[in-house]
């Protein structure tokens, strides 16, 4: 069995340049291998810092590449069904960038994908992996809160430039797309629960792609509010209110760009308490997460069953406001 996964990113996309590849270059189990690229400007961007970096011309050389174990798909958002089928399908394992598929029945597509393959195909949701959820769970496990009441979730940003992909309806633009999964996908990381009833939801428009999105829905053991915008001044909390206490995580998404993760617990007779994880990367622990469950070391702890249980309150989302 392989030590380590060769890993080729499939497109030069900033994000992939500035977080994903750094992240895969850095990981334990794995090694930054070849870049699919036609923009050789793009390319320099990779290669300093991998020199060693492959070049490809075109998504399908490098898929060809027999010394490519695992691919990482940055493309817009329309495209990511299609370039994981043709990466597995190519015999490669592939993390892809969220949202995965635009519904939740094209994940379905993927699970039994993935199941058929044998390869490990999963989607980059990076908040999963850092340790402020796995201590959310753990107290709310430990009843620190008591009954738990109400969750509430919010995430904004504001880009209103029509050149932007996020804006754009072709490429799967949207604040659902864009950021749903972290407002909504936050509250069933943290709670292990799924939505019995959406009891309200409002969708601004503007050019074809939502532009925020605001939601009420009726879980099995609490009442939850959320709402993610592209059009606000950026923000973002995760706020848990039991009978007892208060849990609150004050950059649960963009850690150490927000600012750093930080998790308060405090309420009438508690002892207020944080904790605080100045340096963890949570993209360097989902490669890391990755690269073990591809070589079989571990399982992958966010399973495509978990996204597509995110991806179809994503759509029911859009179903209630559709129906006012």
């Known amino acids: 069995m392989a030590e380590y996964l060769r890993w080729g990113v499939l497109g ?7 977080q994903m590849a750094p992240a895969i270059h850095a990981a334990r189990g794995g090694v930054l291998a070849a870049l699919a690229t036609s923009d050789p400007a793009k390319a320099a961007g990779f290669t300093a810092f991998a020199p060693e970096l492959r070049v490809h011309d075109s998504y399908d050389a490098l898929l060809a590449d027999p010394q490519i174990d695992a691919v990482y798909i940055p493309l817009p958002n329309t495209m990511h069904v299609e370039w994981t089928r043709r990466a597995v399908e190519a015999g490669k394992h592939v993390l892809c960038e969220k949202p995965i598929a635009m519904t939740a029945s094209e994940i379905d597509e993927l699970i039994a994908l993935r199941d058929g393959s044998g390869k490990l195909v999963a989607e980059a949701w990076m908040i999963a992996h850092h340790p402020q959820f796995a201590k959310a769970r753990e107290l709310l496990q430990e009843d620190a809160l008591g009954k738990l009441v109400r969750v509430d979730s919010t995430h904004s940003f504001y880009n209103a430039d029509p050149g932007n992909i996020r804006n754009q309806a072709a490429a799967g633009g949207g604040a ?36 925020a999105a605001h939601v009420m829905a009726r ?31 004050s950059v649960p998404f963009n850690v150490n760009v927000f600012g750093p993760a930080t998790l308060e617990l405090f ?14 990367n949570h993209y360097v622990l989902q490669v890391e997460a990755f690269n073990a469950a591809a070589l079989g070391q571990a399982d992958f702890p966010l399973p495509l069953e978990f996204c597509r249980g995110t991806q179809a309150f994503i759509d029911q989302i859009y179903a209630a406001a559709q129906k006012g």
């Open 267 to 280: 309420g009438p007779g508690l002892e207020t308490r944080t904790w605080r994880w100045p340096g963890d």
């Open 176 to 211: 659902l797309p864009d950021v749903g999964i972290y407002a909504f996908g936050s509250v069933r990381l943290i709670t292990g629960q799924d939505p019995q009833q959406i009891l309200a939801a409002h969708l601004d428009w503007e050019g074809g792609v939502d532009t």
């Open 219 to 249: 879980f099995p053991d609490f009442l939850y509010t959320g709402r993610v915008s592209t059009r606000a001044a950026p923000w973002q909390e995760i706020l848990l209110h039991g009978e007892r206490g208060v849990m609150r995580l």
């Open 12 to 18: 030069a996309a900033n994000f992939a340049r500035t």
